[in-house]
Nanobody, 121 residues
Framework: QVQLVESGGGLVQPGGSLRLSCAAS????????MGWYRQAPGKQRELVAT???????NYVDSVKGRFTISRDNAKNTVYLQMNSLKPEDTAVYYC???????????????WGQGTQVTVSS
């Protein structure tokens, strides 16, 4: 019912930048909070950043000052601008969207397919 398509991952040197995008499509009535998670091999998936309907956002301490989450409600898209990237940022990044479908009566969580971010010299 709701599909999320991610893009923007890749290989970058330490100190470089990447911008991730996640576009939601389908039978969407409304979208609530959106966020980005990441998971490195053998590690738990962690919440990186969230952004709420009014534009307020939260970040995990390790990315504060380096990452910026934003959203374009007209395009049902959430972005993650990643600057000053470090090797520890290497992971698969997943977007997450809480959405209400046209036929639903509660919000559900939907996940993107994941995009690889590798920070290496």
């Amino acid at each position: 019912q709701v599909q999320l398509v991610e893009s923007g991952g890749g290989l970058v040197q330490p100190g470089g930048s990447l911008r991730l995008s996640c576009a939601a499509s389908g039978s969407i009535r409304s979208i609530g909070v959106m966020g980005w998670y990441r998971q490195a091999p053998g590690k738990q998936r962690e919440l990186v950043a969230t952004i709420f309907n009014g534009g307020s956002s939260n970040y995990v301490d390790s990315v504060k000052g380096r990452f910026t989450i934003s959203r374009d409600n007209a395009k049902n898209t959430v972005y993650l601008q990643m600057n000053s990237l470090k090797p520890e940022d290497t992971a698969v990044y997943y977007c997450n969207v809480r959405a209400l479908t046209l036929t639903g009566w509660k919000y559900n969580d939907y996940w993107g397919q994941g995009t690889q971010v590798t920070v290496s010299s």
